[in-house]
């Protein structure tokens, strides 16, 4: 009967973990002394849902301050080769103007790789964090 209990409660907890999706998340860290303007000029031939709730027009602006951080929901899932193509593809550059630099990421290329450079985790890849400096 021992058996039979934890039989079903190792087979509830591997169906949980399982099928248990994180949320993806995209965050912008200023870690500079000073104000920091993040913009993303999205694609409008490509209505990326997620992106959309945060723009204004086709953009979305974060004007951050001193150890301030912006977070964008990007949907449920990790961060695949395909979530960031997928991601950069709706995006036509990103810009991050710091006090002395501004700095534009202009091609699908671009965009992907800084993308795939940050994204964090081991097993569960669900957030890229972008650190400005």
């Not at 934890?6 to 248990?20: D, E, M, P, V, Y």
């Not at 999205?42 to 602006?61: G, M």
């Not at 997928?86 to 006090?99: G, P």
């Not at 501004?102 to 993308?115: H, W």
Request: hydrophobic share 40%.
């Amino acid at each position: 009967m021992k058996n039979l209990l934890r039989l079903l409660l190792l087979i509830f907890f591997s169906n949980a973990l399982i099928s248990c999706d994180p949320s993806q998340h995209i965050s912008f860290i200023n870690k500079t002394d000073f104000d920091v303007k993040i913009k993303i000029n999205l694609d409008p031939k490509v209505k990326d849902i997620q992106l959309y709730q945060n723009a204004e027009n086709d953009s979305i602006v974060y004007n951050l301050k001193k150890s301030d951080t912006a977070t964008i929901y990007c949907g449920i899932g990790t961060w695949s080769t395909n979530e960031t193509v997928k991601f950069a593809n709706s995006i036509n550059n990103l810009e991050i103007e710091t006090k002395d630099t501004k700095t534009i990421y202009k091609s699908k290329k671009a965009i992907k790789d800084i993308l795939d450079k940050n994204i964090k985790g081991i097993l569960v890849k669900s957030l890229i964090e972008i650190n400005i400096e």
